[in-house]
């Protein structure tokens, strides 16, 4: 059974910096595409990065460019979601996702595999 597991988040000052993980297990497929969205209280879920199975393109919200950057380590069949400069708009659950196919996809509902979330607080 495919697992999903972020970590890596937790309370943070405006302009500092975490980096979230998502690590895979259960899968046998070497490749897949990965996403991450997140979660504001009261919003609805909205897309952040996303890269295609390859590794070698990405793709971000505008919202997040040039800010985030989203990378994985496929000797550790880990997904990372490096967020600097945060704001406190970026407070959120943020929730990592993977599929089979190459990608890149953009809505929630292209991706099969889901973690369960990790919160990431900024404080202002």
């Known amino acids: 059974q495919v697992q999903l597991v972020e970590s890596g988040g937790g309370l943070v000052q405006a302009g500092g910096s975490l980096r979230l993980s998502c690590a895979i297990s259960?899968?046998?497929?070497?490749?897949?595409?990965a996403g991450w969205f997140r979660q504001a209280p009261g919003k609805e879920r909205e897309f952040v990065a996303a890269?295609?199975?390859?590794?070698?393109?990405?793709y971000y919200a505008d919202s997040v460019k040039g800010r985030f950057t989203i990378s994985r380590d496929n000797a550790k069949n880990t997904v990372y979601l490096q967020m600097n400069s945060l704001l406190p708009e970026d407070t959120a659950v943020y929730y990592c996702?993977?599929?089979?196919?190459?990608?890149?996809?953009?809505?929630?509902?292209?991706?099969?595999?889901w973690g369960q979330g990790t919160q990431v607080t900024v404080s202002s």
């Open positions: 996702a993977a599929d089979v196919r190459p990608g890149p996809f953009f809505r929630q509902r292209d991706y099969y595999y």
């Open positions: 890269m295609r199975w390859s590794g070698d393109s990405t």
């Open positions: 259960g899968h046998t497929f070497s490749n897949y595409a």
